[in-house]
């Protein structure tokens, strides 16, 4: 059974700093470009970041800047480090991995979230 399982969201204040991880498992990752989306309340699901397999990373302009994605794809794991946080970067983060398509656009598993809140 493939699983995307997130861990590292809390409460944090503005200006501070949260490092998110994703650990994949059920199957080899190989060739997967793996990221971030984020679903703020009342919004739409938005890209966050996205990683390939080889270290090409992709940014949503909104965080770019502010975020480093990486991953460890011995562990079959990506990071997301949120530095600068902003109060509108509250949100529920999802980990996601896709086959074809190096911005996510088309993912083939998902994880359930982890909620990011930043105060003011």
């Known amino acids: 059974q493939v699983q995307l399982v997130e861990s590292g969201g809390g409460l944090v204040q503005a200006g501070e700093s949260l490092t998110l991880s994703c650990a994949a498992s059920?199957?080899?990752?190989?060739?997967?470009?793996m990221g971030w989306f984020r679903q703020a309340p009342g919004k739409e699901r938005e890209f966050v970041a996205s990683?390939?397999?080889?270290?090409?990373?992709h940014y949503a302009n909104s965080v770019k800047g502010r975020f480093t994605i990486s991953r460890d794809n011995a562990k079959n794991t990506v990071y997301l480090r949120l530095n600068s946080l902003k109060p509108e970067d509250t949100a529920v983060y999802y980990c996601?991995?896709?086959?074809?398509?190096?911005?996510?656009?088309?993912?083939?598993?998902w994880g359930q979230g982890t909620q990011v809140t930043v105060s003011s």
């Open positions: 996601a991995a896709s086959r074809y398509s190096d911005y996510l656009s088309s993912s083939d598993y």
């Open positions: 059920g199957r080899t990752f190989s060739g997967y470009a």
């Open positions: 990683i390939t397999w080889s270290g090409m990373s």
